[in-house]
Every structure is written in C-alpha cells, then in structure tokens.
C-alpha cells in the first residue's frame, strides 16, 4: 500500500477527477478485503460478515488500482442491507464513500428495494450517513465478533428510505 497522506489540495482534486465507479469483478476480492483492513472489516467469512458476494459490490478505482468498495443485500423484496462501505486512507474527503453508497442505493433501487437498513459503529460515520443520506437511528445491536472499530461493543442500526433519498438526490437514478 502507498502512503498517500501527503497527498492534499490540487493533487487529491486532479485524483477524485479521475476515479470511477463500476460493479465490482471477480478478481476484486482480494483488494475488496485490503480497503476494509485499515478499518477492520477485513475479517471475511465471520460470524459479523458471513460473505463477500461480489455480484452485490461496487468498487471505486483510481489508475486502475481499487481505493473503495461497498457491497449490499437483499433481505426481502422490498428491503435491503448495506454491507460493507470503505475508502482506503489518502482517498477520503473527495466523495468516494458518498458516489459508492449512491451507486448500491441505485442498484438496489432499480431490484424494487425501497428501505434500506444500515449498521455502524463509528460516530462519524453514523453522522455522515444521515447528514448525507436521510438515514435516522432505530436502535442498537451488539456485535459478536472483533469488527470495525474495536473500542465500540456494538452497532447503530439505520434505516433510510430508498424512495425519498431518491427524490433529493443531486445525481438521479
């Protein structure tokens, strides 16, 4: 991995130009796995993320090298989960995580889903999730294995609905 903490203002604008967004392929497992490390969710299979189905993943690319991924799934017909959301150390700040979790949003939008369930441990990241994406808190959920941030024993669970996320939206689907 490059340290890419030095790189800031017009270099990291030049990058986030040239990043792209595509479904993820079958050889993207691997470098799915090396963004969620430095986040600790790399632990796959586990009792907190049983698999990683690639055919439910986004990955984020910048000269060809994966710097993001996010997965999702389908719970029922009308009801889906994210799973994973991560941008590698040195890409944040740029709007990866926001153009990632607005690719699964369309993607399961376009499957019939129209709520969207959510789980986080990080404070922060519960923030950006409703500031960003109209999610709201529904309660708790204890985790059961080293997971994501390892000072905080359990989830918030978050539920957007799909439908009026859509509506706001800047980029449509």
């Known amino acids: 991995m490059h340290d890419h903490e030095t790189t800031k203002g017009s270099l990291n604008q030049h990058m986030s130009d040239s990043i792209v967004i595509l479904p993820a392929r079958k050889y993207d497992e691997s470098s ?12 796959v299979p586990s009792p907190e993320m049983e698999e990683l189905d690639l055919s439910r993943f986004f990955v984020a690319l910048s000269d060809g090298k994966v710097i993001g991924a996010a997965g999702y799934k ?13 941008v590698l150390p040195g890409y944040g700040k740029q709007g990866v995580g926001k153009r990632l979790h607005h690719a699964r949003c369309q993607a399961m939008y ?12 990080l404070p922060s990241t519960i923030r950006w999730y409703q500031q960003h994406f109209g999610y709201k808190t529904v309660g708790t959920l204890k985790k059961v294995s080293s997971f994501g941030s390892p000072d905080i024993d359990h989830w ?6 799909l439908e009026a996320y859509r509506n706001v939206a800047t980029e449509k689907f």
Do not use: A, Q
Request: proline share 5%; net charge positive.
């Open 32 to 43: 799915i796995l090396d963004v969620m490390r430095p986040w600790n969710m790399h632990h």
């Open 74 to 86: 389908i719970l029922t017909p009308t009801t889906g989960k994210t799973t994973l959301l991560g």
């Open 110 to 121: 376009k499957l019939g889903i129209r709520k969207v369930t959510t789980n986080s441990d």
């Open 156 to 161: 918030t669970t978050m539920e957007m609905d």
